[in-house]
């Protein structure tokens, strides 16, 4: 509630009169317009007091808010991240600055003059409580400390780097290679392709010379000469072995692995796989014959039956199998005479290990049938040395086995018959002839 300029003047001299005693205030103004003025400013002052007290309870209120929400704050973490680092030491002949270990802050390191620092050269305090980057070290520049120098070289320290004086009969840069007065029996000599001039280098009034891979520094020091390595020399000699399954074939700085006609060279560049001359029609037979493939090679064959001998004569049902004409009633011969025969080729590696199961023969009942209640098993012929047995697997089956080893090339030829019994009276006899192909190569 404003007052006016009049009635604040009023109030200001009223206040003064009874200030000052004097109870007469009739000149200015009559007594009850004081009364009015006094009570209209209990008025004013009750309202400033209720607005002053409500600005206090918002202040409390705001206040405890504040408190509130301090105390829903969680409490704090007693495992939390130190404020400091551990302390790290200077290294040794080297120099740390910085002495302050709280997050954040940077430690310093230095190395004088002939070592050089290893690792890092500043470190941060990091809020987890330890230090970024590694330890730091200092290293001797001094290159000889390490004893570079091979094979009683000595060292010689120059500037940022050394050289090796090395004694009679070695050289390279730390005296590494023995000078050859002689050519190792796997070094190539007297072939201008196996050679070549080394690279050399002057470092520190110092000659230095290196070779390409695949070759070795032979002669002098101050004739030296690049030679190639036969590795195909060097695989035998350490390991005692063949490098290539075939044959290896050395070549300026490297080799190769070659395989013989009719071979191919697989995908590790050392194994070899016979080609399959007949699968992938690259072979010249003509009609009538049909290709059977070896190792190395094909042949085409076109087997016959059995000549004619009495009154027992054949008749080829396929390309490699021929049937007995139907004998006489009073023909035994015939009756004895192989019922069937039946033509294999088989081809073999060289050296292949023993025992070795070439060859199975079984019999089939024909359906409604029933079949023999019997079987026997030989080698009716082309067994020299006794290189072959046959052995009965089971009941119906026999085995024809390799019990020595064969070495190629050669070509042998096998008998092997199974005849039929019925109540122990002779029945059938079926013969089957095996051609084995030895290639000469183990693979």
Not at 256 to 277: A, F, M, N
Not at 416 to 421: A, K, P, R
């Amino acid at each position: 509630m404003a007052l006016t300029f009049r009635c604040r003047c009023l109030l200001f001299l009223y206040l003064t009169a009874i200030q000052t005693g004097q109870a007469t205030i009739q000149n200015c103004v009559d007594k009850h317009q004081v009364v009015g003025l006094l009570r209209q400013m209990e008025k004013l002052l009750k309202i400033q007091e209720l607005r002053f007290a409500e600005s206090i309870r918002i202040m409390k209120s705001k206040l405890a808010n504040v408190q509130n929400s301090i105390s829903r704050l969680p409490q704090a973490d007693q495992s939390a991240a130190p404020t400091t680092c551990p302390s790290l030491e200077a290294p040794a002949h080297g120099a740390k600055f910085g002495s302050k270990y709280f997050v954040g802050h940077e430690v310093h390191f230095s190395c004088p003059q002939g070592y050089h620092l290893v690792g890092s050269a500043t470190r941060v305090c990091r809020d987890n409580g330890t230090w970024s980057g590694v330890g730091a070290v200092c290293k001797d520049v001094r290159e000889c400390v390490s004893n570079p120098c091979q094979n009683g070289g000595t060292c010689v320290e120059g500037v940022n780097q050394y050289r090796c004086t090395c004694p009679q009969n070695w050289s390279g840069s730390n005296c590494q290679h023995q000078t050859q007065t002689a050519p190792p029996e796997w070094s190539v000599m007297n072939d201008p392709a196996f050679s070549r001039r080394p690279r050399c280098a002057q470092v520190n009034q110092a000659q230095h010379c290196s070779c390409d891979a695949g070759f070795h520094m032979s002669g002098t020091s101050d004739n030296s000469i690049c030679q190639d390595v036969n590795e195909c020399e060097v695989y035998r000699l350490d390991q005692g072995g063949k490098l290539c399954v075939h044959e290896c074939v050395n070549v300026p700085g490297s080799y190769r692995c070659s395989c013989p006609s009719g071979y191919k060279l697989l995908r590790d560049g050392r194994s070899c796989e016979d080609v399959d001359e007949c699968l992938s029609q690259k072979h010249n037979c003509s009609r009538g014959t049909t290709c059977i493939n070896i190792g190395g090679g094909f042949q085409c064959v076109n087997p016959e039956c059995p000549r004619l001998y009495g009154n027992v004569t054949y008749v080829k049902t396929s390309s490699f199998q021929c049937e007995r004409n139907p004998c006489p009633m009073d023909s035994r011969s015939c009756h004895l005479a192989p019922k069937t025969v039946s033509f294999h080729y088989l081809s073999l590696p060289s050296n292949l290990q023993i025992p070795a199961t070439l060859f199975r023969m079984a019999t089939a009942g024909a359906p409604g049938r029933p079949g023999p209640d019997s079987l026997r098993f030989g080698i009716g012929g082309g067994n020299p040395r006794g290189i072959f047995v046959m052995q009965r697997s089971d009941r119906q089956t026999g085995e024809l086995i390799l019990v020595q080893p064969l070495r190629g090339p050669q070509e042998i030829s096998v008998d092997v018959d199974m005849s039929e019994y019925t109540d122990r009276t002779f029945q059938a006899k079926h013969v089957a002839r095996i051609h084995i192909l030895v290639s000469p190569y183990s693979f």
